[in-house]
């Protein structure tokens, strides 16, 4: 369909692989430098096993096989990049992200009002993605107010891996390797589901991470298209408490850009000191899952979880956040 490739994804439950054919104007180059304004947390670094010790991936994710992994010390942002602060970066440069020079993006079908906006097709394997015209990161459900301002404390979304370099750039930051992210997003624990133990929840039942819920929704995953809910489907990205080191969210809410290309097999070969990626691949690695990751359909909001996309690709469902080097 029109806005979407027609090869079956990977992990089309996560988010959809843009048309690679659509025509999409060049952005403007990023000339100037601005102020990163999002919390730091320093990171020491040092070895970890990286990857799946409960076999509880999909195969063709390339989980394993576990393996020894050395990153030096790093910085990460404590949250995904805002809406707020991606609003500075745009205030600044005139940038135009890949959605709004494209005039579409994907969007959750149940976020989707069919009778008043412009929907152009949906994901072949994933059909509760729809391709919804004048959907962007100011316009995360398609054409209407300019929510920058509602949702500023929320993660940015609609912002392809592209658009992340962009802002970088600005920012004189960078994407964390998958690597960076993994040892990160472990919090100090090693062989754990998540950056805080093996449980989705608290004992008492507080949730540690934001993912499908349907008693939010009002039905399982997939939801039904226009089934709408009252608030934003992220949550602010200090909403829930941080792991062992200071970082929030890295289990749900949005995925998360890093620098790597994907290939299924690259855990066979990986060098064991600051692996980044593969040399050739035409898609890049999303860690971490979202508010869209059900147990039901998909568990890749366990902190060893992988998925990927097209560099081109954007949903209302991806952000990213970025490190430096000490």
Same mark, same amino acid.
């Given at each position: ?165 962009? #802002? ?14 993994? #040892? ?143």
């Amino acid at each position: 369909m029109k806005g979407f490739a027609d090869r079956a994804q990977a992990a089309p439950c996560c988010s959809p692989t843009a048309d690679t054919a659509r025509a999409i104007p060049d952005a403007l180059p990023v000339t100037t430098t601005g102020t990163h304004r999002v919390a730091q947390r320093p990171l020491a670094g040092g070895r970890f096993d990286m990857g799946d010790a409960h076999s509880e991936g999909v195969a063709t994710d390339g989980e394993t096989p576990c393996h020894a992994v050395t990153v030096a010390a790093f910085t990460m942002d404590e949250t995904t990049v805002r809406t707020s602060d991606f609003a500075a970066f745009v205030d600044d440069t005139g940038y135009r992200t890949t959605a709004e020079r494209a005039g579409s993006s994907a969007v959750f079908h149940a976020l989707v009002d069919p009778a008043s906006v412009d929907v152009l097709g949906a994901a072949p394997a994933a059909p509760w993605w729809w391709e919804v015209r004048g959907a962007d990161w100011r316009h995360p459900f398609g054409p209407g107010p300019d929510l920058r301002t509602d949702l500023a404390d929320h993660p940015v979304v609609h912002v392809s891996h592209d658009d992340a370099l962009a #802002y970088c750039r600005w920012a004189s930051r960078a994407l964390p390797t998958e690597a960076q992210w993994e #040892y990160a997003g472990r919090g100090g624990l090693e062989g754990t589901r998540f950056g805080w133990g093996d449980d989705r929840t608290t004992p008492s039942g507080a949730e540690l991470c934001h993912i499908y819920d349907p008693a939010r929704w009002g039905s399982a995953f997939p939801a039904h298209p226009g089934s709408r809910i009252a608030v934003a489907p992220t949550l602010p990205g200090d909403a829930l408490p941080p792991n062992g080191f200071g970082l929030r969210q890295m289990s749900g809410n949005v995925w998360e850009w890093c620098s790597d290309r994907f290939d299924p097999r690259w855990y066979r070969r990986s060098p064991t000191a600051d692996p980044s990626g593969p040399d050739r691949g035409a898609t890049r690695v999303l860690r971490g899952g979202s508010y869209l990751c059900d147990d039901s359909y998909c568990r890749r909001y366990r902190v060893a979880a992988r998925s990927h996309t097209t560099p081109a690709s954007s949903a209302g469902n991806i952000g990213f956040r970025t490190v430096s080097s000490t």
